[in-house]
């Protein structure tokens, strides 16, 4: 099996084609490179990079790109320069992967128990393909109890939330930074949006439109993006260890 291999797959589940502003796909080593041994993960950091040479890892498969903006220069502690040193090869899987069939978008919906209604909340292609969902629920639920739900089905350690007084029956859902799909949300009806990132300016206008904004961060709504791929690429290829990296953890602590 070759990381062209593996390559052609993922395309196939989130044409990286599709992917907005980004840089996706392979990033470092060879698409003629063999690979017994995938790890996922959020994000390549040396870390990770330690745990995958550790675990005979080839490929690293990552949400967000490794390289992201041009480099003027590689060298340590860039974790691309550890990866070349490293002979490992990296694919990114970001907005082409956020908005797949089954991708990150449905992996958060499933993890919090909604479903989608009513399209995509920002449409981005012809085809009305883009990011984030539109979720009716079955009850309705308190801005606190919303941000309750979501810090316990995200296992996550605290979230932040709107404290205003309303009822939420219709929410959207927005993995990774959403803070500027609030109005789309407020547009189509919502009563709140789940997302992540949210500036201190978006809060004002929340409040201000009496509208409620969970913010589960950034590393909360994604960090399902590694579990789904590493899913995907095990059921895919049966004779490839596949695992998602124990050091895919939050970059940040709380008190």
């Not at 907005?20 to 950091?45: F, P, Q, W, Y």
Request: proline share 4%; aromatic share 6%.
């Amino acid at each position: 099996m070759t990381v062209k291999d593996i390559y052609d797959y993922l395309n196939s589940i989130a044409p990286f084609n599709t992917a907005v502003h980004d840089n996706v796909g392979l990033l470092t080593g060879s698409m003629d490179a063999e690979v017994k041994r995938i790890c996922t993960c959020l994000d390549i950091t040396n870390p990770i990079i330690d745990e995958a040479v550790k675990n005979g890892a080839d490929l690293i498969i990552s949400h967000h790109p490794v390289i992201f903006d041009p480099l003027k220069r590689v060298s340590p502690p860039n974790p691309v320069y550890k990866l070349v040193h490293e002979d490992i090869s990296a694919i990114a899987m970001h907005t082409n992967f956020d908005m797949a069939e089954g991708g990150v978008g449905d992996a958060l919906l499933e993890l919090l128990g909604f479903e989608a209604v009513d399209g995509d909340l920002e449409p981005v292609h012809p085809n009305g393909q883009g990011f984030g969902s539109v979720c009716e629920l079955d009850f309705s639920f308190t801005a606190r109890a919303l941000a309750e739900h979501c810090k316990k089905a995200l296992d996550l350690g605290g979230v932040r939330y709107t404290p205003i007084d309303r009822e939420i029956r219709r929410v959207a859902v927005c993995s990774g930074s959403g803070g500027s799909t609030m109005q789309l949300a407020i547009d189509r009806g919502c009563d709140a949006l789940i997302t992540g990132d949210i500036k201190h300016n978006v809060w004002v206008d929340a409040i201000n439109s009496n509208f409620v904004l969970i913010d589960a961060g950034h590393f909360g709504t994604e960090k399902c993006a590694s579990h789904r791929l590493a899913a995907l690429l095990s059921r895919r290829f049966l004779d490839i260890t596949v695992f998602t990296a124990e050091n895919d953890t939050e970059p940040c602590a709380y008190v």
